[in-house]
């Protein structure tokens, strides 16, 4: 019997135009960017104006919403760029902004007053009277402290208007610092990461110097490779849909605006079929694939799962104390452009050679297995294998391709 429970939104993270229409293909309600200016991921690619606007009219034309971040917290040298930023973005048309600083929200209201704002988590939205300060303000979504439980999201949707919406991480990176809010950045690079230029050091190796020995360092042993001790795992919670629906979670939101397309494929479809299957087939019909949701999601870069602070405080097998490496067990090789008898164009992320086994990974949930037959470099040329990154090829494969399907090669 269909389920007639609300159904969540699946907000995932682009930073390029080509992520953006690969998290649109694969299953995103709704995609969050970056412009060039004012949002938390500078050393993303982001988007220009031109790609901005290219962007949000290929994911309209599929009925995907696109938001822009503009969550940095300004300085007043910030303020009168902002403003501008502020009017371009009016004249290009998001569905929404994602701000955190009060005075960027403000200049938001002033430059376009009927704007749909949702506050960032970077504000430290933790309890239902800040949910009720913002919507007061005119704020139409809050994003939740990833320092939240499910039972004080719960208490959260009791106590605010029901048009309002909460927006939860559900999957990806997680920061050693208060909401986000880290200033181990700025006092060791002199980048800031409110302002978008994080260096993250809560993934290196620290030791321990005591005060009257200076110069000396003491290793902080946790086995026999030292310790990153602000090392945090990586959220996922593809085990527990029924849960995040159950505590009134209006968007399941995905990070990742640095992610590679692979990566955005694989998280965006594994949850889109997650969300589904319970949704329309239930508890059981969920339950059955779960064995598929988590062999799926293992296939793009992670650090160890865990359920952050969901289920109550995070313990210290929540932190990676032995290394600070991605885990990967597949290879992203590029995005099907179109197709040229019986050829595929696409410009190449990765080494692949004639004779390699491969996956062509398809929307709808399907994994084709292709063998390599041909690859043509782009004047012609045959190739034995493609060695250079973002080389444009044209690639015959035993398999059917069509436009934005991605290939990759298991390790």
């Not at 949000?56 to 007043?76: D, L, P, Q, S």
């Not at 595929?344 to 992320?349: G, Y």
Request: with cysteine; net charge negative; glycine share 8%.
């Amino acid at each position: 019997m269909k389920d007639t429970k609300k159904r969540p939104e699946l907000l995932i993270p682009a930073g390029s135009l080509e992520v953006l229409k690969t998290a649109v293909t694969f299953g995103a309600d709704a995609v969050y960017i970056g412009g060039e200016a004012f949002g938390l991921r500078a050393k993303a690619k982001n988007f220009s104006a031109e790609d901005m606007a290219e962007g949000i009219r290929f994911a309209h034309e599929r009925g995907v919403k696109v938001y822009v971040t503009a969550n940095i917290f300004a300085h007043n040298r910030d303020l009168e760029g902002a403003k501008a930023y502020f009017a371009e973005l009016k004249a290009i048309g998001p569905d929404a902004l994602i701000i955190s600083d009060p005075g960027m929200f403000t200049l938001a209201k002033q430059v376009w007053p009927e704007a749909e704002i949702h506050i960032s988590t970077q504000a430290n939205n933790t309890n239902y009277m800040t949910y009720r300060f913002w919507w007061e303000l005119g704020a139409k979504r809050v994003v939740s402290a990833r320092e939240l439980t499910l039972a004080e999201l719960s208490e959260i949707r009791a106590n605010i208007p029901e048009e309002m919406e909460i927006e939860s991480f559900v999957h990806g990176a997680m920061c050693i610092s208060y909401s986000g809010r880290c200033l181990l950045s700025n006092y060791f690079t002199g980048r800031d990461a409110n302002q978008g230029a994080c260096t993250h050091p809560c993934r290196w190796k620290y030791a321990v110097m005591e005060e009257s020995r200076p110069g000396e360092y003491f290793p902080v042993y946790e086995n026999e490779r030292g310790t990153y001790i602000f090392n945090s795992g990586d959220l996922c919670m593809i085990e527990h849909i029924p849960e995040l629906i159950d505590a009134g979670i209006d968007s399941f939101k995905v990070e990742g605006r640095m992610k590679t397309a692979l990566y955005v494929a694989t998280v965006a479809r594994t949850y889109r079929k997650a969300i589904d299957d319970y949704l329309t087939g239930g508890e059981e019909a969920y339950r059955a694939n779960m064995d598929w949701y988590l062999h799926e999601i293992g296939k793009c870069t992670y650090r160890k799962f865990n359920t952050g602070f969901f289920f109550g405080r995070p313990t210290q097998e929540s932190q990676i104390y032995d290394n600070s490496t991605y885990i990967s067990e597949a290879v992203y090789l590029g995005i099907a452009d179109a197709a040229d008898g019986g050829l595929i164009s696409l410009e190449q992320r990765n080494k692949f050679c004639v004779g390699d086994e491969i996956e062509i990974m398809k929307p709808d949930g399907r994994d084709v297995p292709a063998r390599v037959e041909r690859i043509l470099d782009e004047n012609g040329e045959d190739m034995e294998s493609a060695p250079h990154a973002k080389q444009r090829l044209r690639v015959q494969l035993s398999g059917q391709a069509e436009k934005y399907d991605l290939l990759r090669m298991r390790k």
